[in-house]
C-alpha cells in the first residue's frame, strides 16, 4: 500500500527557504504509473496546488509560486523535496505531498506538516 | 488570472440528494478540464472522491457521482448521509497546472 510521509523543519524565519522532504514507501517512485506533488493549505483556508513532479524530473508549477518553488526527486532515496524561497507569513500552511495518476490528483495524501514562517 | 468557483455553502437533508457545482473563470469546463473532487472533514487531511470528470476511486461510496452540468463540473450525492458533512474541494487542470476551487461547506441538517 502506497504511502507517503512529510518530514522538515516546522518554524521557518520569513526570507527564508522552506524546504521540506516527502518520502515513498509501498510503491516505486521510479513508477511510470505515478506524478508526486505537493499541496498546502493555509490555517482555516482551502487547498493550493504547488506543483508536481515525475520520476523523471519533469515538473509543472503553480504559476502564482513558480518564481519560488522548485520540486525534486531523489529515486534512490524514494524521496521528493519541496523548496520555497522567500518566505512570508502568507506560506504559513499545512503542506501535503501527494501522489498523483493520469488525471487523478492526489489519490494518496501524507498526513501533511504545519510549518509556520515567523522571525 | 484562473479562478475557479464553487458555491460556499449548501444545506441538504438526510437522505436527499444535492449537486455541487464548480465552474472555472476561463470558460466552460469539459472533460478536458479533468475535473477532480475531494471530501475534507475538520482535523484531516483531504481524501479524492472523483478524478477525470466521473471517476469514483476504490473507496468512493457509490451515492457519490460526477458529471458536467452547464458547463460545470458537478459533484451530487444521492442519498445523503450524516457523515457526508464535510467541505468539498473541486480540482480543474489548465494547460500544465491545477487550480483548486475555494470549496463548499456541506451541511446535512
Known amino acids: 500500500q502506497l504511502q507517503l510521509q512529510e518530514s522538515g523543519p516546522g518554524l521557518v524565519k520569513p526570507s527564508e527557504t522552506l524546504s521540506l522532504i516527502c518520502t515513498v514507501s509501498?510503491?516505486?517512485?521510479?513508477?511510470?504509473?505515478?506524478?508526486w506533488g505537493w499541496i498546502r493549505q493555509p490555517p482555516g483556508k482551502g487547498l493550493e496546488w504547488i506543483g508536481n513532479?515525475?520520476?523523471?524530473?519533469?515538473?509543472s508549477y503553480n504559476p502564482s509560486l513558480k518564481s519560488r518553488v522548485t520540486i525534486s526527486v531523489d529515486t534512490s532515496k524514494s524521496q521528493f523535496s519541496l523548496h520555497l524561497s522567500s518566505v512570508t507569513a502568507a506560506d504559513t500552511a499545512v503542506y501535503y505531498c501527494?501522489?498523483?495518476?493520469?488525471?487523478?490528483?492526489?489519490?494518496?495524501w501524507g498526513q501533511g506538516i504545519l510549518v509556520t514562517v515567523s522571525s | 488570472q484562473t479562478v475557479v468557483t464553487q458555491e460556499p455553502s449548501l444545506t441538504v437533508s438526510p437522505g436527499g440528494t444535492v449537486t455541487l457545482t464548480c465552474a472555472s473563470t476561463?470558460?466552460?469546463?469539459?472533460?478536458?478540464?479533468?475535473s477532480n473532487w475531494f471530501q475534507q472533514k475538520p482535523g484531516q487531511a483531504p481524501r479524492a472522491l472523483i478524478h477525470?470528470?466521473?471517476n469514483k476511486h476504490s473507496w468512493t461510496p457509490a451515492r457519490f457521482s460526477g458529471s458536467l452540468l452547464g458547463g460545470k463540473a458537478a459533484l451530487t450525492l444521492s442519498g445523503v448521509q450524516p457523515e457526508d458533512e464535510a467541505e468539498y474541494y473541486c480540482?480543474?487542470?489548465?494547460?500544465?497546472?491545477?487550480?483548486f476551487g475555494g470549496g463548499t461547506k456541506l451541511t446535512v441538517l
Open positions: 509501498g510503491a516505486s517512485i521510479s513508477s511510470s504509473h505515478y506524478y
Open positions: 480540482l480543474l487542470f489548465y494547460d500544465t497546472f491545477w487550480v
Open positions: 501527494v501522489s498523483d495518476q493520469l488525471g487523478a490528483v492526489a489519490g494518496t
Open positions: 513532479i515525475y520520476y523523471t524530473g519533469s515538473a
Open positions: 477525470n470528470t466521473n
Open positions: 476561463t470558460g466552460a469546463v469539459t472533460s478536458g478540464s479533468y
